[in-house]
């Protein structure tokens, strides 16, 4: 069977389970331990013969010995010591829980697994079928899923924009399930004859990352184990900790991120009624440039005490980082200045699964200090006017981003240049706008555009009507929060 076909056999199974109460996540989660645990029994066994340390009691065996009550209370106990453990195994089944309540349903859930040989299986089979899993996940939006999946299609251009070489460390502050991590271990792969020292360095030494959600963190190692990175007893180079909340001192070669969307950072506090109600939290670190409630300001903020000196980064934001006032102005400003931020790519709505997104990708280079800005130019390439993207009928593709690798031009940044499309006698989507041209802009504002959009007067241009309904959608939903953002900061002034 090829991966996709093994894919949808799996999920298949889901639309049954579904009926039994089951969610996608919670089926996802359950294959999780199970295809975990099917691997290290096959490791434990000749030619591999690894001791995992997972007690004979509570190994893949003993799950098919056992039927109906039997197997849904053994089960439940398997999870609770496993959970116990340390290294890998620990982390895969920390807090973990049996969602599947009807015995005959866990035991072909588990015969179906049993069919196939994972470890034999090859990184990338295998690491494919657990990428479709997820992207299936992502596709249940209900489930909030979606926003632990950045659209693969972009995380590959964001990679072949950033070109990573061997011997280089690579750091996400909000992993989600590792597609980061995924796409730059296959990109080293396949663009470089890497030696045996290479090899194991991208194996163990080269990602890092931090993600808070718990399930997602299980998901994140295990996508990474099924894809050759780390070792299934190793300790895992993915921390369960707020990466806003310190410095680590960790410095890295590259920084490639999407911080979750939503505008605030909030605790969960005890009024004095004894009412528990979220209020805004600010982190007090001396490294940042602003202090603010804002998650995308302080997201940015980190990722730039993160870099090298010579570190580069990627980062996913939405518009609000490019025109808010106040700590925004002041790290805008920072960043231009301390950093060579060169390159700005405007996304369309309808590619994440939240609806309503308008994001962009900043490029910048960190650089020594020095009295003068390091930008002394911005790149942007417009991918949102007049364009037209959906989930499912319309998803971001590569190939509609790979004029902007070409203009972006990864072998040589310096011989850019702007298009200029005689025959309309229009400037295209390639544009580039100096430092001064930008300081003088209110608020220092990075929010630019040039290309206006065409007009639906003509009905032979409407798009289709499921587009149009999903596009009035998402307008809505982004006025909605626009309308929640000026709320808040109506109630902080008061």
């Known amino acids: 069977m090829t991966p996709s076909q093994i894919v949808t056999k799996i999920w298949n199974f889901c639309n049954i389970l579904r009926d039994a109460g089951v969610s996608y996540g919670d089926y996802l989660e359950q294959l999780t331990y199970l295809?975990?645990?099917?691997?290290?029994?096959?490791?434990?066994?000749?030619?591999?013969?690894?001791?995992?340390?997972?007690?004979?009691?509570?190994?893949?065996?003993?799950?098919?010995?056992?039927?109906?009550e039997e197997l849904e209370i053994h089960y439940i106990e398997l999870l609770r010591e496993l959970g116990k453990k340390k290294g890998i195994?620990?982390?895969?089944?920390?807090?973990?829980?049996?969602?599947?309540?009807?015995?005959?349903?866990?035991?072909?859930v588990i015969d179906m697994i049993d069919n196939e040989a994972w470890v034999s299986m090859g990184a990338d089979v295998k690491g494919d079928i657990y990428e479709g899993l997820l992207e299936k996940n992502a596709e249940d939006t209900k489930s909030g899923a979606g926003q632990y999946f950045?659209?693969?299609?972009?995380?590959?251009?964001?990679?072949?924009?950033?070109?990573?070489?061997?011997?280089?460390?690579?750091?996400?502050?909000?992993?989600?399930?590792?597609g980061f991590f995924l796409e730059t271990h296959n990109f080293l792969r396949k663009n470089y004859n890497l030696n045996e020292k290479q090899t194991q360095f991208l194996k163990h030494q080269t990602f890092y990352g931090?993600?808070?959600?718990?399930?997602?963190?299980?998901?994140?190692?295990?996508?990474?184990?099924?894809?050759?990175?780390?070792?299934?007893?190793?300790?895992?180079?993915?921390?369960?900790?707020?990466?806003?909340?310190?410095?680590?001192?960790?410095?890295?070669?590259?920084?490639?991120?999407?911080?979750?969307?939503?505008?605030?950072?909030?605790?969960?506090?005890?009024?004095?009624?004894?009412?528990?109600?979220?209020?805004?939290?600010?982190?007090?670190?001396?490294?940042?440039?602003?202090t603010t409630s804002n998650k995308q300001l302080n997201f940015v903020q980190h990722i730039y005490t993160m870099l090298k000196t010579t570190g580069k980064a990627g980062v996913i934001v939405p518009d609000n980082v490019l025109f808010e006032g106040g700590a925004g102005e002041t790290v805008r400003q920072n960043l231009l200045q301390k950093t060579d931020l060169h390159t700005i790519l405007r996304l369309p709505t309808g590619i994440f699964y939240a609806h309503g997104i308008k994001a962009n990708v900043l490029f910048f280079d960190n650089?020594?200090?020095?009295?003068?800005?390091?930008?002394?130019?911005?790149?942007?390439?417009?991918?949102?006017?007049?364009?037209?993207?959906?989930?499912k009928k319309k998803s971001l593709q590569f190939e509609d981003l790979e004029d902007f690798i070409q203009c972006y031009n990864p072998e040589d940044r310096s011989k850019r240049g702007e298009i200029w499309h005689p025959e309309t006698n229009t400037e295209g989507r390639w544009r580039k706008f100096s430092y001064e041209e930008i300081m003088t802009r209110d608020k220092t504002s990075l929010d630019i555009s040039?290309?206006?959009?065409?007009?639906l007067s003509n009905l032979d241009n409407l798009p289709e009507p499921d587009e149009l309904a999903a596009e009035i959608i998402e307008n809505l939903e982004a006025g909605l929060n626009s309308f929640k953002a000026i709320l808040n900061a109506l109630e902080n002034d008061t």
């Open 35 to 68: 295809i975990f645990l099917k691997m290290a029994y096959e490791y434990a066994n000749p030619p591999y013969n690894h001791d995992l340390g997972i007690p004979a009691k509570y190994n893949w065996q003993s799950l098919k010995t056992k039927r109906s």
């Open 89 to 108: 195994l620990g982390h895969i089944f920390t807090k973990s829980q049996n969602k599947i309540q009807d015995p005959v349903m866990l035991s072909r």
């Open 150 to 178: 950045t659209p693969r299609a972009l995380i590959q251009v964001m990679v072949k924009c950033m070109r990573p070489e061997p011997f280089k460390t690579i750091a996400d502050p909000a992993c989600g399930t590792g």
């Open 210 to 290: 931090h993600e808070i959600v718990p399930n997602t963190r299980r998901l994140c190692l295990m996508n990474m184990l099924l894809h050759n990175i780390g070792d299934i007893n190793s300790e895992p180079t993915i921390s369960p900790h707020d990466a806003l909340a310190v410095d680590t001192k960790q410095r890295f070669d590259y920084v490639l991120a999407n911080p979750p969307f939503g505008k605030k950072s909030s605790i969960t506090a005890t009024n004095g009624e004894g009412e528990q109600e979220k209020k805004d939290f600010t982190y007090n670190r001396k490294d940042f440039w602003a």
């Open 367 to 391: 650089k020594p200090t020095r009295k003068e800005a390091c930008t002394k130019e911005v790149w942007y390439y417009d991918y949102r006017t007049n364009i037209h993207n959906t989930l």
């Open 450 to 455: 040039w290309l206006k959009d065409k007009s």
